[in-house]
């Protein structure tokens, strides 16, 4: 069969992406599996870190298309799979499955109706363009925010009597110089070289200063390779040849009120501006035959957003590769540094530790170890939680390796989540950690978790016999002392949070995928 897995974004190393891939390695034991993503450079960074067996599937990249496009291409599939992220795409493939990592609320009362009105008109003023056909999703190349560009790209803008400037820079990563065609309207206006490994200089089009319509700039990259679908492996690196639309700037006040609110001020809000909820979102909902939720959480709540039934898979989780190492007085916490609704309230367990210090906790270390996206807005974030470390025995591992990780887990002693915390579950419930994956590595590696009563960490720890499950900061500090105090006890719910990690492993997501397919008719592996 023809499957394919749509991951709109593949810029990081989360435990959502980890998830979908782990489904499609498996699929592919036994079918065609493409993996389809907006994002080629990022997956060209990331994908050889989730340590999985991918050589088999194919990584397909596909500009920035409308949920209808994308909806177009399901249909060449046998079995589409859309690992949903605020995108519902319309499914035409003969089977879909919805894979639903936390679902968005489809029946609005008037407050969100109105937000809803408000967010598409502002989308409407704030945004006079849109990238078109060959502009690949947004991306970072160190801090900077760039676009790769297929061989020939367009984009389109909206054009008013009072002309404006659009200005961009292209980058070339290659070692031999590229020739550009920049043309508008079909007009050829000019013809650039952009020396390898560098970026060009500025260039300018003026836009509108006619009746009101659409104009198109198109960009020929009259050098460059085609590269939509190739294998996952050492080819991927073909992935960053593309040329890179940066700096991107458009002269109105519409644009320029869009970055101050949404790249500034609400850069939490972006996304959903972005992607308002489409009006038909019960029907696109129903497209989709099955619904697979990653945890009874998610799954409760499918239930009372959509009224719509759904099976669970679990992720697939390392607990293999990690193992318990002669421990050490240390206190772990995972979990990307960044700016969201789905924070992992580091702060809080700063500030935690730092009582516990205050309170006469002697000899103990906390460590933090993330992810940090290039995203500005994150790293002012990541800056922040730097400072609030300063002073105590509290170390950060940005980025480490998949290796250190593993050490990590296999050397500390306690291991702390805090996602949810000081937010009401049932007005925001996508704020706490929809499972845990985290968790239930530092399980395997003999951490004892110490962490929040809310999200699907409800459904990895039996409080106090594998780990506590914690609703205050007090409970937080006193279940801690407690594993300070008692070695024996820190012992044998280690042993105990190892056992439990092992009813996650590899073996269990892959007969679960082959079960559910089973029970729709489909063949598995």
């Known amino acids: 069969m023809k499957i394919g897995l749509y991951c709109r974004q593949l810029i990081s190393v989360g435990g959502g992406n980890r998830h979908s891939l782990s489904i499609a390695e498996h699929l592919s034991s036994h079918h065609d599996v493409d993996i389809i993503t907006h994002t080629p450079f990022g997956a060209s960074q990331t994908l050889p870190k989730f340590n999985l067996e991918l050589s088999r599937t194919h990584l397909r990249f596909v500009p920035t298309l409308s949920n209808d496009e994308l909806g177009g291409i399901s249909e060449e599939?046998?079995?589409?799979?859309?690992?949903?992220?605020?995108?519902?795409?319309?499914?035409?493939?003969?089977?879909?499955?919805?894979?639903?990592?936390?679902?968005?609320?489809?029946?609005?009362?008037?407050?969100?109706?109105?937000?809803?009105?408000?967010?598409?008109?502002?989308i409407k003023w704030t945004m006079s363009f849109?990238?078109?056909?060959?502009?690949?999703?947004?991306?970072?190349?160190?801090?900077?925010?760039?676009?790769?560009?297929?061989?020939?790209?367009?984009?389109?803008?909206?054009?008013?009597?009072?002309p404006y400037p659009a200005s961009?820079?292209?980058?070339?990563?290659?070692?031999?110089?590229?020739?550009?065609?920049?043309?508008?309207?079909?007009?050829?206006?000019?013809?650039?070289?952009?020396?390898?490994?560098?970026?060009?200089?500025?260039?300018?089009?003026?836009?509108?200063?006619?009746?009101?319509?659409?104009?198109?700039l198109r960009l020929d990259d009259l050098d460059g390779q085609s590269v939509e679908r190739i294998v996952v492996?050492?080819?991927?690196?073909?992935?960053?040849?593309?040329?890179?639309?940066c700096d991107?700037?458009?002269?109105?006040?519409?644009?320029?009120?869009?970055?101050?609110?949404?790249?500034?001020?609400?850069?939490?809000?972006?996304?959903?501006?972005?992607?308002?909820?489409p009006e038909d979102a019960q029907k696109r909902i129903a497209s989709?035959?099955?619904?697979?939720?990653?945890?009874?959480?998610?799954?409760?709540?499918?239930?009372?957003?959509?009224?719509?039934?759904?099976?669970?898979?679990?992720?697939?989780?390392?607990?293999?590769?990690?193992?318990?190492?002669?421990k050490k007085n240390w206190i772990l916490s995972v979990g990307r540094f960044f700016v969201a609704l789905h924070n992992k309230k580091h702060l809080v367990i700063i500030d935690a530790f730092k009582e516990l210090c205050r309170q006469g906790l002697n000899g103990w270390e906390l460590h933090l170890a993330g992810e940090a996206i290039d995203d500005p807005i994150h790293q002012e974030y990541l800056r922040t939680v730097q400072s609030a470390a300063h002073g105590y025995p509290i170390y950060l591992h940005i980025n480490a390796p998949l290796e250190e990780l593993r050490t990590l887990y296999g050397e500390a002693s306690i291991y702390w989540h805090a996602a949810g915390y000081g937010e009401d579950e049932d007005r925001h419930p996508i704020r706490s950690e929809h499972f845990g994956i985290s968790t239930v590595e530092a399980m395997a590696g003999g951490c004892v978790p110490v962490v929040i009563d809310k999200g699907g960490q409800t459904e990895i720890i039996t409080n106090g016999e594998n780990g506590f499950l914690w609703s205050s900061l007090a409970d937080l500090q006193r279940y801690t002392e407690v594993l300070v105090r008692d070695e024996q006890m820190r012992r044998a719910m280690a042993g105990a949070a190892q056992i439990r990690s092992r009813q996650f492993d590899r073996t269990h997501l892959q007969g679960r995928v082959d079960a559910l397919l089973a029970e729709s008719g489909l063949p598995g592996i």
């Open 130 to 162: 849109e990238f078109s056909s060959g502009v690949y999703g947004e991306e970072y190349f160190g801090a900077e925010r760039m676009r790769l560009l297929a061989k020939r790209a367009d984009v389109r803008f909206r054009t008013t009597r009072r």
């Open 77 to 122: 599939y046998d079995i589409f799979i859309n690992r949903l992220h605020n995108v519902l795409i319309p499914c035409r493939a003969a089977h879909g499955i919805l894979f639903v990592l936390f679902p968005m609320p489809i029946h609005l009362g008037w407050p969100a109706e109105l937000r809803r009105f408000v967010a598409k008109r502002l």
């Open 233 to 245: 492996g050492p080819a991927l690196a073909q992935a960053a040849s593309h040329l890179r639309l």
């Open 168 to 216: 961009f820079r292209l980058y070339n990563p290659g070692l031999e110089a590229r020739r550009v065609q920049i043309s508008l309207d079909g007009k050829r206006l000019f013809e650039v070289k952009v020396a390898g490994q560098s970026k060009s200089m500025p260039y300018c089009v003026v836009i509108g200063g006619s009746a009101k319509g659409e104009q198109r």
């Open 248 to 277: 991107f700037h458009v002269s109105t006040p519409g644009f320029s009120l869009y970055q101050r609110l949404f790249e500034n001020w609400l850069p939490h809000w972006r996304d959903r501006l972005l992607n308002p909820l």
């Open 288 to 326: 989709y035959d099955t619904i697979w939720a990653n945890s009874e959480f998610t799954r409760r709540w499918i239930r009372a957003y959509w009224g719509r039934e759904s099976r669970i898979v679990y992720p697939a989780v390392e607990v293999e590769s990690i193992r318990p190492l002669p």
